[in-house]
């Protein structure tokens, strides 16, 4: 996935935080998307990751699949019937020299419209020029259909923007805070 032209979502000079404390993060069991999933504000709940697994992409890349239950909106919940949502993410993980990047494909199954796209979200880990390490997190709804609803584009669209900076501010605490 490539991030030219686009604005990141979110984004964050981390003075005292080396590339090697970040990738060190990502390495370590649990996973740290585990733990962000866990606690507010996503609350998900039977989360299970595999192991980082040589990945089939780019040489030197990891891969690793985490499943989880996301509880709904009462809105959401409302309109499909549904309490939670049964979420699958899959990530691939590549470090080069100066660089990490992870990229997140989620597919959602049980409510409405869930069919209809994935989210893709990109961060990425970079040597910064002052000192420590710049984070930059990127993110896009991936439409595979079009729903028939009008509206339903937006309010996904945004919802998926409103997830990823939460979750990236999330990682930010997690990944980052001692060396803010």
């Known amino acids: 996935a490539s991030t030219k032209g686009q604005k990141p979502l979110f984004e964050v000079h981390l003075a005292g935080l080396s590339l090697e404390r970040a990738r060190a993060a990502y390495e370590r069991e649990p996973f740290i998307h585990e733990l962000i999933l866990q606690d507010s504000p996503f609350n ?23 499943r989880f239950r996301k509880p709904l909106s009462s809105m ?28 997140q494909k989620t597919t959602t199954e049980g409510p409405p419209y869930t069919d209809c796209f994935w989210v893709e979200v ?3 880990f970079s040597s910064h020029s002052e000192s420590g390490t710049l984070l ?17 584009r937006g309010t996904v669209e ?12 999330a990682l930010t605490v997690g990944i980052a805070y001692p060396y803010l």
């Open 44 to 66: 998900c709940a039977d989360i299970h990751s595999t192991a980082w697994v040589q990945g089939i992409g780019p040489a030197g890349s990891l891969a690793r699949r985490t």
């Open 76 to 103: 959401q919940s409302a309109f499909s019937g549904a309490e939670h949502a049964d979420c699958t993410s899959l990530f691939r993980l590549r470090c080069s020299e100066g660089k990490i990047e992870l990229l």
């Open 122 to 124: 990109q961060i990425i």
């Open 136 to 152: 930059q997190v990127f993110g896009q709804v991936v439409w595979i259909k079009q729903p028939w609803v009008p509206g339903v």
């Open 158 to 169: 945004a919802a998926a923007k409103d997830e990823s900076k939460a979750s990236a501010a």
